[in-house]
């Protein structure tokens, strides 16, 4: 089937403006977590969701970011009023379920820039 | 606290000659171990993980990784680097404090001369 899809692929925000991002996981996969990956850096954690319960939030840098999923499918990284050290690759990915071991599949990412 | 450090920033082979990217990890427990490729606009692929089965690891592509518990390494090879394997491979190490976040190295970018 199908994988991991993420849109829009590119997006550039003005500072203070807000933006959504969204992930569209593999089809029957329980868990779903958010990632950010700066320039030349590994991804950081945001955020982690079993269906729709969002049971980690614990990376999400400030409380301008919000995510939400809220049929235990798809989800929706909102960032309000966008700052220029939010510009980074935003990565989803989706687990089919929760372990240690558990692959986890990753789409191709949102690049925001912002301005 | 765990982490993992990738040694090299940039590792450049020439086509045909083998790869290696080193790995090494901090963790408390006995950890699980992956390797992720990022190619350019494309999403990140699982090339192997380390689940405290075999030390030796055969992922996809014809790279494998070996755990060495006494070296804290899980160092990534190939014996022969072909010019589709050019891309940011990044060593992962799960967080034995949760079930589910991954720990990242920095990536180490692989050029392949031809």
């Known amino acids: 089937g199908a994988g991991v899809s993420q849109s829009p692929r590119y997006k550039v925000a003005k500072r203070g403006q807000d933006v959504a991002l969204r992930c569209d996981p593999i089809?029957?996969?329980?868990?779903l977590f958010w990632y950010q990956q700066a320039l030349g850096q590994g991804p950081e954690f945001l955020t982690y969701?079993?269906?729709?319960?969002?049971?980690?939030k614990s990376g999400l840098p400030s409380d301008r970011f919000f995510a939400e999923r809220p049929e235990g499918s798809v989800s929706t990284l909102k960032i309000q009023r966008t700052q220029q050290e939010d510009s980074a690759v935003y990565l989803c990915a989706s687990s089919l379920v929760l372990t240690r071991v558990d692959t986890q599949y990753f789409g191709p990412g949102t690049r925001l820039t912002v301005l | 606290a765990q982490s993992v450090t990738q040694l090299d920033s940039h590792v450049s082979v020439s086509e045909g000659t083998p790869v290696l990217l080193r790995c090494n990890y901090s963790?408390?427990?006995?950890?699980?171990l992956f390797w992720y490729v990022q190619h350019p606009n494309k999403g990140l692929q699982l090339l192997l993980k380390?689940?405290?089965?075999a030390t030796l690891v055969k992922g996809i592509n014809g790279f494998e990784a070996e755990f060495k518990k006494s070296e804290t390494s899980f160092h990534l090879t190939k014996p022969s680097a072909h010019m589709s394997d050019a891309a940011e491979y990044f060593c992962?190490?799960?967080?034995?404090?949760?079930?589910?976040?991954?720990?990242w190295g920095a990536g180490t970018k692989l050029i392949i001369k031809p």
């Open positions: 963790s408390s427990y006995s950890p699980s």
């Open positions: 992962v190490v799960s967080d034995t404090g949760s079930n589910y976040q991954l720990i």
């Open positions: 380390y689940t405290s089965a």
């Open positions: 089809s029957g996969h329980v868990s």
């Open positions: 969701f079993q269906n729709e319960a969002q049971l980690d």
